[in-house]
């Protein structure tokens, strides 16, 4: 089974994030960038099935080079080898340019199973995989909870609001998973020493026999979050119920 795991590299949420005042772009030079946490459950998942299965895991990553911590990062898991697309013309690029050089690097990689977290944590738009499946022409199986293989099929468990619902496709697919599918291992020493000598393939938007084109949207101006004021008292002297009240449906929270 050729197992691609697609892996993103981020800002860590749990640090101060910025933007580039001078293009509006997430600042990552400066950041504390790591794996998208999201992806982490998807290359567990592509490693059980490669344990299952056998096959091979390939780590796909559209970034600048900085990405290439984030990929060793990737193979100190598990994964076989790497695969970083990498441009200066992809600076800034949005969700309908990624998915397309996405799709271009997964056409030369044919992939049986195309992995991926649901979301990554600086967009949260939770459409890559779709886009994906709709410009490979493969299903999608997205959201996923649970993920089983018969053969060339695979049945996963689509986590909803309400449950889950139990869907099915045949290979080749593109599977989203939630943090609910598993329990990502830690690198070993051994994986990490494994990591440096494990072949990264680097590849440019020449290397693909395509352009960037110019991004469908972008950020025209952002402004810091405005300090929390203090809040309004109400002091009740007989019009206290009134005066709530009236601050209720001035907020419309009635």
């Given at each position: ?13 749990s640090s101060a994030r910025s933007l580039n005042a ?7 030079a400066s950041a504390s960038n790591i794996v998208n ?186 402004a810091p979050r405005p300090p929390r004021s203090a ?24």
């Open positions: 089974m050729n197992i691609v795991v697609l892996v993103k590299q981020v800002p860590d949420s001078s293009d509006n772009t997430v600042e990552r946490e999201m992806d982490e459950y998807a290359i567990e998942e592509a490693l059980k099935l490669k344990e299952a299965h056998g096959g091979e895991v390939t780590v796909l990553t559209m970034g600048p080079p900085s990405a290439t911590e984030s990929i060793r990062k990737a193979l100190s898991m598990g994964p076989d080898r790497a695969v970083h697309v990498t441009d200066e013309a992809l600076h800034g690029a949005c969700a309908l340019i990624t998915s397309k050089v996405l799709a271009a690097a997964l056409h030369r990689l044919r992939a049986d199973v195309v992995l991926c977290g649901a979301e990554s944590t600086d967009g949260r738009v939770q459409v890559m995989p779709h886009m994906l499946a709709e410009r490979l022409g493969v299903a999608a199986l997205t959201g996923a909870r649970s993920l089983t293989v018969d053969g060339d099929r695979l049945t996963a468990q689509r986590q909803t609001d309400d449950g889950y619902e139990v869907v099915t496709a045949a290979t080749p697919v593109v599977v989203s998973v939630w943090d609910t599918i598993n329990e990502p291992r830690y690198p070993s020493f051994k994986g990490i020493m494994a990591a440096k000598k494990k072949p990264v393939e680097t590849l440019s938007l020449a290397d693909l026999g395509m352009e960037a084109g110019e991004p469908t949207s972008r950020v025209l101006s952002f809040g309004i008292k109400v002091t009740d002297d007989g019009e206290g119920g009134a005066e709530l009240v009236a601050y209720l449906a001035a907020e419309k929270l009635v």
